[in-house]
């Protein structure tokens, strides 16, 4: 006999497979290739990251989709994967042009104007040393427990901005370069949901990641 519990665990698998491979799914068929260019060449690691993404989106959503457990270590690869590279390449534009995320910080008027260069400087390295732990899987835990308190304080900036009305940018990948600016959203209940994404993978780190280590041990 089917338990309710064995269904609303089916129904949340669903929920979330379906959320990543219908999200990768789009944005693959949405992407208009580019013939390279002299002006993309500085900025090719994160063009390469844009065309990478949704593959990675949806090669996780379908490994939810099938059933796998969620502490399998091709879910937990992708996710590392998924959440290090994000985190990594969402730090570079706002390293090299602090003044720019200043300014995108700025918007949401969340913060007093003598504050802002505070997280402007800091909050970029911050997701950079990160990203590029959890992608290597060092302190994984304690990485991607800060990263999902990080997404969690992005995702109510963008609410409280979208009930205020602000037609803003997120800020969330830079404006200044090329590549990065291809990333660049405005705030709304699209970016919250693709937000709320990273958080359920980063929080699948948070959870499987030490129970996958002593598997492995």
Known sequence: MISLS??????????????FTFAGIVKIGTAVPKPPTLTLIPNLPIALFGIALPWIELIFGLMIISGMAYNHACILRTARILIGSIFIFAAIDKIANPDAFAKSINNFHVLPYSMINIP??????????????????IKQKASSLLISAMLAVFIIAIIVAIFRGYNINCGCFGENSPAAAAEVTKVGWTKVIEDLRWLIASLFLYFYSERQVEEEV
């Open 6 to 19: 064995s269904i609303g665990t089916l129904l949340i698998r669903l929920l979330i497979g379906s959320a």
């Open 120 to 137: 402007a400087l800091i909050l970029p390295w911050v997701e950079l040393l990160c990203g590029i732990l959890v992608l290597m899987g």
